[in-house]
């Protein structure tokens, strides 16, 4: 199977939080596919700089602990705007439209645990 991670299971799962549920935890340590958007990695250095955010890592020093750790990177593809265009306005955050428009463009589940994601009929969500 081919995993996205939205940023705050990411998040979750570098800082070993609890919050990540024990299903979610085994899919990402297990030999599936797992990918994080280059979304999150843009969306993390924005928190950061207007300090909703708390964590002393760099994006650069996340994007090695991705590719240390198997976590592929997916750029941001022109054709994702295309997808956000068509998606229902049941989300408002613009870092989340992207993730869902990149899960559906390259047919991956999300693990996450936003309620609102888990609403788009054309999205598959594991958490």
Not at 11 to 24: D, H, M
Not at 31 to 42: G, H, M, R, V, Y
Not at 101 to 115: F, G, H, Q, V
């Amino acid at each position: 199977m081919r995993y996205l991670l939205d940023t705050c299971t990411f998040l979750y799962y570098l800082e070993g939080s609890n919050k990540l549920s024990s299903e979610a935890l085994s899919v990402i340590e297990s030999d599936n596919l797992i990918f994080l958007s280059q979304t999150s990695l843009w969306e993390i250095a924005i928190k950061k700089t207007i300090n909703k955010l708390d964590i002393t890592e760099m994006t650069s020093d996340l994007e090695r602990i991705c590719n240390d750790g198997g976590i592929g990177i997916i750029p941001i593809k022109n054709r994702y705007f295309d997808k956000i265009q068509s998606l229902p306005f049941l989300h408002s955050d613009p870092f989340d439209r992207l993730i869902i428009a990149t899960a559906i463009e390259e047919d991956l589940s999300i693990i996450t645990d936003d309620s609102i994601i888990k609403k788009y009929d054309e999205v598959k969500v594991l958490y």
